[in-house]
């Protein structure tokens, strides 16, 4: 999505609605009120603090929605659209090495 599309949806949306799930947490959901502009990378790492998780070096952590990787650059306004609600998947893969 352009620069300038990114623009008109930060005006027209104040804050999105952010949900994180992660399937191997004990505990309700992250829960967010997020400015379009915020990354993919700053919600996981909000997130990842409320669920208690830190890197590792044996494994990586990103989040998915719809089922697909989110690059950790890409911004809630990008993959939300029109929406004012967004919902990722918190994912947990171990690195072989």
């Known amino acids: 999505m352009s620069e300038l ?22 505990g309700k959901p992250f829960h967010a009120k997020q400015a379009p502009e915020t990354t993919v990378g700053t919600v996981r790492s909000e997130a990842m603090s409320q669920f208690g998780i830190q890197e590792e070096a044996n494994s990586t952590y990103y989040l998915t929605h719809g089922g697909s990787r989110v690059d950790d650059g890409a911004t809630l306004a990008s993959i939300a659209g029109e929406s004012e609600a ?5 994912v947990k893969e171990l690195v072989q090495g």
């Open 5 to 26: 599309r990114d623009t008109e949806l930060s005006a027209k949306v104040k804050g999105i609605e952010v949900t994180v799930t992660f399937p191997l947490a004990h």
């Open 86 to 90: 967004v919902k990722f998947t918190l």
